[in-house]
């Protein structure tokens, strides 16, 4: 079967840098998406990947290894309007997006 | 003002009662699609479409319905044989080839009375 794997909740503290860790197992693999979603609201995009490496957008940065089926997103300079859920979503073979359950990230002053 | 409306925002079904999810973009996106989102599980996907009075189901679709008869509209009908509706369900559009994001709405939570 298919699987995303994400913590279900971290805590980090405003200021500081917070990574949020992916792993996939997929039949096949297109890309890999990172969404920022607040509570009640629509899922965001925030990063693409499909080549190994890091790509910087700001103070969020993303990482994809598809060799270890791994990626992480991370945040900089940790902000309160950062409290959210980051959904990981996979496409996979036939171009659909398989998600993780999301991590919830609690910012604490 | 583009982008993705879903309306309503709540929504409250009886039981045996058919309900349907409204979903309109004006963002000239070909593919649309609908995931149901439930606590502590990953989007699912109900049904997408790539074009114009076609559809194909996802992997949730029993109990649910779609039509695609105008490329800005794509309304999902939750019918009765769906017996556990409860859940936030989202509308979302792509545009382009694979690499592109899909973009969402801000749902449409439907509860049961």
């Known amino acids: 079967g298919q699987n995303i794997d994400q913590p279900t909740e971290m805590t980090a503290t405003e200021g500081a840098i917070v990574q949020i860790n992916c792993t996939y197992q997929t039949s096949g ?6 969404y920022q979603q607040h509570a009640g609201e629509a899922p965001t995009f925030l990063s693409y ?9 700001g103070r969020f940065s993303s990482f ?15 902000q309160m309007k950062d409290s959210a859920s980051y959904l990981c979503a996979v496409k996979d073979s036939n171009y659909q997006l398989i998600w993780g359950a999301g991590t919830k990230l609690i910012i604490k002053p | 003002d583009g982008g993705i409306t879903q309306s309503p925002k709540y ?16 963002l000239n996106h070909d ?19 790539q074009i114009v009075n076609d559809f194909q189901k996802g992997d949730i679709a029993e109990g649910y319905s ?8 794509f309304p999902l009908t939750v019918t009765s044989a769906q017996k556990n509706p409860t859940a936030f369900y989202l509308c979302a559009t792509q545009y ?12 449409t939570r439907l509860s049961i009375l």
């Not at chain 1, 994809?64 to 940790?78: A, D, I, M």
């Not at chain 2, 079904?13 to 058919?18: I, L």
């Not at chain 2, 309900?19 to 973009?25: A, G, N, W, Y």
């Not at chain 2, 779609?66 to 509209?73: A, D, G, L, P």
Request: proline share 2%; aromatic share 14%; charged share 25%.
């Open chain 2, 96 to 107: 382009g080839g694979e690499s592109q994001p899909q973009h969402f709405g801000d749902g």
């Open chain 2, 11 to 26: 929504l409250f079904r009886k039981e045996g009662q058919n309900v349907t999810l409204s979903c309109e973009q004006n």
């Open chain 1, 49 to 57: 990947n499909v080549l190994d490496g890091l790509e910087e957008k």
């Open chain 1, 64 to 78: 994809l290894s598809r060799s270890k089926g791994y990626s992480y997103l991370l945040l900089k300079e940790l």
């Open chain 2, 66 to 73: 779609v039509s695609r008869e105008k490329k800005e509209s």
């Open chain 2, 31 to 49: 593919a649309m699609y609908w995931y149901r989102q439930d606590p502590g599980q990953g989007l699912r996907l109900i049904y997408y479409s």
């Open chain 1, 29 to 34: 693999f297109n890309g890999l998406f990172w």
